[in-house]
């Protein structure tokens, strides 16, 4: 992959006793759509805050697009949809447009024909002359995400880009998102639709507490990572605990055991441990990891998503 599009080393935001984020390491390579996951309260908003520079950190150190954050310049090769916003809906979609281009200093012939592409894009061509305040949270939604584009963006930022979107306005997201990828852009994702993710995105980092505590390549739990059910007679408890070897953590009940393998290439390697410890195995069940499973693995489920 690429040069690296966002660096951060042990970065730290507390308001006044209070720890917003801990001691964010991470770093996110030109082209890839790179997920942001943990539950409410993790720091995911603060740190993307302080990514954006809107909010400033306490400690630490950060380079955006190779600058430090909240350099000027940057900010204008960076598009950025909140997840919560608040438009001025006495104008229309294609007035909005045009005032944030004016703000980018985009020639005006230019934003009309970026303006009307944009809106196109994202469904919206003919409702661009209606007033905002009569749109849906769904139309609403698909303005912001033209408008994180008007600029042509080498860097995305998307907090929950589908949410109030029905199923055809998440695939047309989705669709979105790969175009800008194959275009070279850098999407940085935070939803909560963790099966939007597994599809859309690269990599995901893991947040708990105000601090990344796992990396992962989405298309090597979708290759690799299995959820293996099994029962079996005769498991003492050293039996089980021979499996560690192979899985972390093990769920035992009675007959029945739940064991995570990194591969599915090690299903024969637990079958003739089992068996040549005198184990009789009745039945075998691989399951592929899902995203949300590996979530709740990793940071719990301690105040949900």
């Not at 809906?89 to 303006?115: P, S, V």
């Not at 880009?161 to 999407?187: A, E, M, W």
């Not at 299995?226 to 070897?245: E, F, K």
Request: glycine share 10%; hydrophobic share 40%.
């Amino acid at each position: 992959m690429g040069e690296t599009i966002i660096r951060t080393e042990k970065l730290r935001k507390t308001f006044g006793p209070t720890v917003a984020v801990k001691e964010l390491n991470l770093e996110v390579k030109r082209g890839e759509a790179f997920a942001f996951l943990g539950l409410n309260g993790a720091g995911k908003t603060t740190s993307v805050k302080m990514l954006l520079g809107l909010v400033f950190p306490t400690s630490g150190e950060a380079a955006v697009l190779g600058r430090p954050i909240g350099d000027r310049e940057v900010r204008r090769k960076i598009g950025f949809l909140p997840e919560h916003f608040r438009f001025h809906e006495w104008l229309t979609a294609t007035e909005l447009m045009r005032m944030h281009g004016r703000l980018y200093d985009i020639a005006a012939k230019q934003l009309a024909e970026r303006t009307a592409s944009l809106l196109d894009l994202v469904g919206l061509g003919r409702f661009a002359e209606k007033r905002l305040h009569g749109y849906s949270k769904g139309m609403l939604q698909r303005t912001g995400l033209a408008l994180a584009l008007l600029n042509d963006p080498d860097l995305i930022f998307l907090d929950e880009p589908t949410s109030g979107l029905d199923p055809s306005g998440r695939l047309l997201v989705r669709d979105i998102i790969k175009d800008q990828r194959s275009r070279g852009k850098t999407i940085f994702l935070n939803s909560h639709l963790l099966s939007e993710v597994e599809v859309i995105c690269d990599r995901a980092a893991f947040i708990k507490q105000g601090e990344v505590v796992e990396v992962r390549e989405l298309q090597k739990l979708i290759e690799g990572d299995i959820t293996v059910s099994i029962r079996a007679r005769n498991l003492s408890p050293d039996i089980i605990q021979g499996l560690s070897q192979w899985s972390t953590p093990i769920r035992a009940d009675g007959e029945h055991l739940t064991i995570n393998l990194a591969s599915e290439l090690l299903l024969p390697e637990v079958v003739r441990y089992l068996v040549s410890r005198g184990v009789d195995l009745y039945s075998l069940s691989p399951k592929r990891l899902s995203l949300e499973e590996l979530f709740i693995q990793i940071v719990g489920t301690e105040g949900g998503l």
